[in-house]
């Protein structure tokens, strides 16, 4: 496709309900971000992929939320026992390479979770 | 950790004059800084970026100024339009690149026609 593609845009799940977004990267980006965004604040940075292995998971919030890319291509975030406090909108991006000079990143639109 | 604090939080200017946002960053090994344009809705979009090897970048009518001493940088943007409206982000990153960035917390610019 033309950019990242986020599924869905919206979700909605109940509190202690196990959630899954899903990333569809610029074909031949080889490094991919998760970024999670609470209501009037940038992005906060969880989890860097480069090729199909977690470079940098350094940002995940605690051991609920996983991430993989098994192909290197398509990337799900997983949130298990969700809390009302991971309502945000997860956003993803991805770009060429990671490290290098360009390195500029291309965000989706994101995926809004509301957690009841 | 990085801290990256960004003012104002909202700035509104007359269609034509000038913008000037301002970011403060904490680590001193950060050496790439972006600008990120949101609009309602969207995800975030590169509008310019500096490395710390240089002190001020233009593109158009959007400029990035960087004082690597005092720890900041600034955006600037001049002759606004009201399409300019939008959340803007600033951001910083010791990888050199887009690799874990620490963003500011965005400045909601209004152009008034």
């Known amino acids: 496709g033309a950019g990242v593609s986020q599924t869905p845009s919206n979700k909605v799940t109940e509190k202690g309900k196990y959630v899954e977004l899903r990333c569809d990267p610029i074909s031949g980006h080889t490094a991919l971000y998760w970024y999670r965004q609470s209501l009037g604040q940038g992005p906060e940075f969880l989890i860097y992929f480069q090729g199909t292995g977690a470079a940098d998971d350094s940002g995940l919030p605690n051991d609920r939320f996983f991430a993989v890319r098994p192909e290197g291509s398509v990337s799900t975030l997983k949130i298990q026992r969700t809390e009302r406090g991971d309502s945000a909108v997860y956003l993803c991006?991805?770009?060429?390479?990671?490290?290098?000079?360009?390195?500029?990143?291309?965000f989706g639109e994101g995926s809004r979770l509301t957690v009841l | 950790g990085e801290n990256v604090e960004q003012h104002p939080s909202t700035l509104s200017v007359q269609e034509g004059d000038s913008a000037v946002i301002k970011c403060t960053y904490s680590d001193s090994a950060s050496n790439y800084f972006p600008w990120y344009k949101q609009e309602l809705g969207k995800g975030p979009q590169l509008i310019i970026d500096i490395r710390s090897n240089v002190g001020e970048k233009k593109d158009q009518r959007i400029a990035v100024t960087l004082n690597k001493t005092a720890k900041h940088f600034s955006l600037h943007i001049t002759e606004t339009q009201p399409e300019d409206s939008a959340v803007y982000f600033c951001a910083a990153s010791r990888a050199g690149s887009a690799r874990q960035l620490t963003f500011g917390s965005g400045t909601q610019l209004t152009v008034l026609p």
């Open positions: 991006a991805s770009s060429f390479r990671a490290g290098a000079s360009t390195g500029e990143l291309f």
